[in-house]
């Protein structure tokens, strides 16, 4: 019996690095609920805007909120706009007591096919609109296969598919991806498509080769 992992978690400490950056064991659990609102709302309110990924590092006086998205002129708005509501809602959201300095950075992701969670968003979005899972998952993996850089992906739904009664799971993989090697580079993202039938959901995993 193999023993389930989350890939991300299990090659952070070799490849990448957490997305909440800071040390607080005093007051670990407000910050941990912080950042908890933090993510909660920017996925909720950034929802059109291909986010991707929030990183969130702290200090003394100060919260710095890292928006990665593959479309950033819908969230900077005209002048900038849109990023001063977002300071003044992320304030409301965490009840800024200490009246820390929040900072967003936003920065454009250039090919969002190689990342993991945005093309899990796309095939979401395409089984909410009724097309073939099948269709969705076919063109996900040729439009990642794509790139040069990417050695091997695969994708998956599961849940009620196509409106069936009985539940199960379906999958297409191209390429090598050895998912039980540290040292390999795979992204990998999870979305869910909230359809009249019910929820399916849907795993991308992206491999990029070795980093050693």
Not at 120 to 138: D, H, N, P, T
């Amino acid at each position: 019996m193999s023993h389930r992992v989350h890939p991300t978690i299990y090659r952070i400490r070799e490849l990448s690095d957490w997305l909440s950056r800071w040390q607080n064991k005093k007051n670990f659990a407000k910050d941990l609920e912080e950042d908890f609102k933090i993510r909660s709302f920017l996925e909720k309110q950034l929802k059109d805007c291909g986010l991707e990924s929030v990183e969130i590092e702290k200090f003394p006086k100060k919260i710095k909120v890292i928006i990665n998205s593959s479309r950033p002129g819908l969230i900077i708005g005209r002048g900038g706009k849109g990023v001063e509501e977002l300071k003044e809602k992320i304030e409301k959201q965490i009840k800024n007591k200490e009246k820390k300095q929040i900072k967003i950075e936003i920065k454009e992701i250039r090919d969002p096919w190689i990342k993991a969670a945005l093309t899990s968003q796309w095939i979401a979005s395409q089984i909410e609109r009724r097309v073939s899972y099948r269709k969705a998952l076919k063109q996900g993996l040729d439009k990642i296969l794509a790139y040069k850089e990417v050695k091997g992906a695969r994708v998956e739904v599961s849940g009620r598919l196509d409106g069936k009664e009985i539940a199960r799971r379906e999958w297409l993989r191209k390429g090598r991806l050895p998912r039980q090697t540290i040292r390999a580079d795979i992204d990998y993202g999870t979305a869910r498509a909230r359809c009249s039938y019910g929820t399916v959901g849907v795993k991308v995993w992206v491999y990029k080769g070795d980093k050693f």
